[in-house]
């Protein structure tokens, strides 16, 4: 390892994140991780206390960091005021990119050099935010393939191949050496796509492929490049949904309260809510139930949220809050949620979180918070 790389891990409050930031530490002591945490001001006292909890375990401060800290309101209500009222949406995602993503790599990296490791579990089939700045290099330790998308299409560039052909060939010293570098030689093509040919290379040796790569950065200006036997280039752990709890349960971390289930009664039925995801808790990407979770379990939170809704800005395009706690509607939306549960839609995990999340990972979705 060398100090003049930074190894910085965002941790959002919800699992994935946290569980990352113990696996690290329990496989991986030697890495001088900086944790932080974006700070809204727009999270729920449960997520604050997680992130308590995790700092124990961890033995190490996580950094709070906000975007306009010296303003005299919350970082998300000084950038609701600089665009005039205008409420955040799928569409148009001005908290995460001033909130979250311009302090992290403005304020907290700034020019320096630095690793991002991000909580994209091994059976997630996306790929998070990657920085356009030169000096921040994203690593995912969860995944059987740890590196970028951009580090993979410029290794595994055609006009490249007789370089990584060459890097194998020297590291190489298998029985598998003449398929790898078959492999590694067959042009990319439609048939033949980048995706095939990074699976293909990683079901033969995980180990292999990473230290290929980290060889061919070696010549570039990527930050991995100053970094002497990086450890996670041997780590073959795939880490998926059941692995997160796991690293959860069995440190004493637990998860977020948030995500325990609260019993309901609708018509002499009996279900269970929670709220799957962290992140403000007037985040738009919660399901309707959740909503009705949180005018329920944090009917002062709730009230809040609503309060933003005005001058025809809401956070559903289909339906303001104010609209979404009559009584008659709440009932209909928890049958609709009950019969989700009745037909089985959560059959895929055990997990009440999966059951409610509509979109895979922790808050703004943007992987390393």
């Known amino acids: 390892m060398t100090s003049s790389i930074r190894h910085v891990l965002g941790i959002s409050g919800g699992k994935d994140s946290a569980a990352l930031a113990v696996y690290l530490a329990m ?30 375990f961890l033995g190490q401060k996580i950094e709070r960091l906000e975007a306009a800290k010296d303003s005299p309101v919350s970082p998300f209500d000084h950038y609701l005021q600089l665009y005039g009222g205008y409420l955040p949406s799928p569409s148009t995602r001005w908290c995460t990119r001033k909130l979250k993503l311009e ?20 059976d997630e089939d996306r790929e ?33 191949i007789d370089t990584l052909a060459d890097i194998y060939a020297t590291l190489s010293d298998t029985s598998l050496r003449d398929t790898i570098l078959a492999i590694v030689q067959r042009p990319t093509t439609v048939k033949f796509s980048q995706v095939r040919k990074v699976n293909s290379l990683l079901d033969l040796d995980i180990s292999l492929f990473n230290h290929a790569i980290n060889t061919f950065l070696l010549e570039t200006d990527y930050p991995l490049s100053r970094v002497i036997d990086f450890p996670l280039l041997d780590n073959v752990d795939i880490i998926d949904r059941d692995g997160v709890f796991r690293l959860l349960e069995e440190s004493g971390v637990g998860k977020p309260k948030y995500y ?61 809050l104010e609209e979404l706690i009559r009584p008659e509607r709440i009932s209909e939306i928890k049958k609709m949620h009950l019969n989700g549960l009745n037909n089985g839609q959560h059959d895929k995990s055990a997990y009440l979180i999966d059951v409610l999340s509509e979109s895979e990972g922790d808050g703004c979705n943007i992987c390393f918070i």
């Open 27 to 56: 496989h991986y002591p030697e890495l001088p991780l900086e944790y932080y945490f974006m700070d809204t001001g727009k999270e729920l006292d449960e997520t604050y206390q997680f992130i308590n909890d995790l700092e124990v």
């Open 103 to 122: 302090p992290f790599e403005q304020y907290f990296v700034g020019e320096d050099p630095a690793i991002s490791y991000v909580a994209i579990r091994g």
């Open 128 to 160: 998070g935010y990657i920085s356009h700045r030169s000096n921040i290099q994203t690593i995912f330790p969860f995944r059987r393939n740890i590196w970028s998308k951009d580090i993979l299409s410029m290794v595994f560039a055609n006009e490249q």
């Open 260 to 320: 325990e289930p609260i019993e309901f009664e609708q018509d002499g039925q009996k279900g269970y809510y929670n709220r799957s995801r962290s992140g403000c808790f007037f985040c738009f990407y919660q399901q309707k139930i959740e909503w009705v979770w949180l005018y329920e379990q944090h009917p002062d939170r709730f009230q809040e949220a609503m309060g933003y809704e005005k001058d025809g800005f809401s956070w559903m395009d289909d339906e303001p």
